[in-house]
């Protein structure tokens, strides 16, 4: 039983690693998706979705320019 209280350390150092990785990651996704289609207000990660968005789902209109 030397290593009883390592174990219980090490025990409880891996349950608080574990417990932080859990939960929801919509607000880490939020951050990422920063351009917003203005017909249908999908949120996309860059410019280069955001065309080809408008090249699948809105082939009548074209995307608007980089300036935004």
Same mark, same amino acid.
């Given at each position: 039983?030397?290593? %009883?209280?390592?174990?219980?350390?090490?025990q409880? /150092?891996?349950?608080?690693k *574990? =417990?932080?990785?859990k939960?929801?990651q919509?607000e880490?996704?939020?951050? %990422?998706?920063?351009?917003?289609?203005?017909?249908? /207000?999908?949120q996309?990660? *860059? =410019?280069?979705?955001?065309?080809?968005?408008y090249?699948s789902?809105?082939?009548?209109?074209?995307?608007?320019?980089?300036s935004?």
């Amino acid at each position: 039983m030397t290593r %009883g209280k390592q174990k219980i350390e090490a025990q409880r /150092k891996n349950a608080e690693k *574990n =417990q932080k990785s859990k939960g929801s990651q919509l607000e880490a996704r939020a951050v %990422g998706l920063k351009v917003v289609c203005p017909i249908c /207000k999908a949120q996309l990660a *860059n =410019q280069n979705q955001l065309v080809d968005h408008y090249g699948s789902k809105h082939p009548k209109e074209k995307p608007p320019s980089n300036s935004s």
